[in-house]
């Protein structure tokens, strides 16, 4: 059954550390690019990072680059956030979401996606 | 980073209802556009890519149309399950969305 699976979000300090992790279940998961994708409370979906099958290739939207870290696991089907200096900003729902194409680069929509973790970031 | 911005931002229908919605890029996006429904609690479901692509398993009252910086989503009839709110979002560059639609009960 195909499925994406969030976990790891919580309660944060301001400047602290959280790992997100996504576990995927259903498809060949090394075929297929991962992203991160949150949305804060009341806001919109923003698009934070992308990671390629075999995690060649990544890349960052500007307002987590140098915080934020994706990287993946492929002998456990398992996508990563690592989250570090968190600020108030960053509370929002953390979404695991795939890339349909086989192999492909670049950006493109989700067909899939998890149900998210929330990430509370607060003193 | 490329804009979306959609319109309206909430829209109240009755069941049976024609509804269109509305995504205007800040710059071209050529047909790289897809639209998303969300109900709350729940993930981002996808019904359109490629502008007018209907996914598989979305019912044929879902359409999209449009190229370059305006695009539309158009649902029939409306019907009791799509009360949601609705994203566009563009890949054409970095990934963005729009702010969303929030389709209410009359």
């Known amino acids: 059954q195909l499925q994406l699976v969030e976990s790891g979000g919580g309660l944060a300090k301001p400047g602290g550390s959280l790992r997100l992790s996504c576990s995927a279940s259903?498809?060949?998961?090394?075929?297929?690019?991962m992203s991160w994708v949150r949305q804060a409370p009341g806001k919109r979906l923003e698009w934070l990072a992308y990671?390629?099958?075999?995690?060649?290739?990544?890349n960052y939207a500007d307002s987590v680059r140098g915080r934020f870290t994706i990287s993946r696991d492929n002998a456990k089907n398992l996508v990563f956030l690592q989250l570090d200096n968190l600020t108030a900003d960053d509370t929002a729902i953390y979404f695991c979401?795939?890339?349909?194409?086989?192999?492909?680069?670049?950006?493109?929509?989700?067909?899939?996606w998890g149900r998210g973790t929330l990430v509370t970031v607060s003193s | 980073d490329i804009q979306m911005t959609q319109s309206p931002s909430t829209l109240s229908a009755s069941v049976g209802d024609r509804v269109t919605i509305t995504c205007r890029a800040s710059?071209?996006?050529?047909?790289?556009l897809a639209w998303y429904q969300q109900k709350p609690g729940g993930a981002p479901k996808v019904l359109i890519f490629?502008?007018?692509t209907l996914q598989s398993g979305v019912p044929a009252r879902f359409s999209g149309s449009g190229s370059g910086t305006e695009f539309t989503l158009t649902i029939s009839r409306l019907q009791p399950d799509d009360f949601a709110t609705y994203y566009c979002?563009?890949?054409?560059?970095?990934?963005?969305f729009g702010q969303g639609t929030k389709v209410e009960i009359k």
């Open positions: 710059d071209n996006v050529n047909e790289f």
């Open positions: 979002q563009q890949y054409s560059g970095a990934s963005t």
């Open positions: 490629q502008a007018s």
């Open positions: 259903g498809f060949i998961f090394n075929n297929h690019y």
């Open positions: 979401a795939r890339d349909p194409r086989v192999g492909a680069a670049g950006f493109y929509y989700f067909d899939l």
């Open positions: 990671i390629s099958g075999r995690s060649t290739f990544d």
